[in-house]
């Protein structure tokens, strides 16, 4: 079956960074965009970003994403951190008519 684990979350003050990870198993990893969501309490799930099966990443200011193919992860860089970063972070795994996602971890940004 398809899991998808992130990992990485926690509390963070603000301004500091945090790298979240998700490991993929049971599809072909390199057949999958690999996006990043997240969702505060009380607002919609939000795409934060994006990379496709070529390499080629999108994302919000100060976040960045990455993937190891030969890992069958992707990783999402926050750096900057502000309370407003604080929610849910989820990871997806997108092809054709095909979704996955995470568990999610959360992210927690305060003094």
């Known amino acids: 079956q398809v899991q998808l684990v992130e990992s990485g979350g926690g509390w963070v003050q603000p301004g500091g960074s945090l790298t979240l990870s998700c490991a993929a198993s049971?599809?072909?990893?390199?057949?999958?965009?690999m996006k990043w969501y997240r969702q505060a309490p009380g607002k919609e799930r939000e795409l934060v970003a994006s990379?496709?099966?070529g390499g080629t990443a999108n994302s919000v200011p100060r976040f960045f994403i990455s993937r190891d193919n030969a890992r069958n992860s992707a990783y999402l860089l926050m750096n900057s951190l502000k309370s407003e970063d604080t929610a849910k972070y989820y990871c997806?795994?997108?092809?054709?008519?095909?979704?996955?996602w995470g568990q999610g971890t959360q992210v927690t940004v305060s003094s």
């Open positions: 997806s795994a997108e092809a054709e008519i095909l979704k996955y």
């Open positions: 990379i496709s099966t």
């Open positions: 049971g599809l072909t990893f390199t057949s999958y965009v």
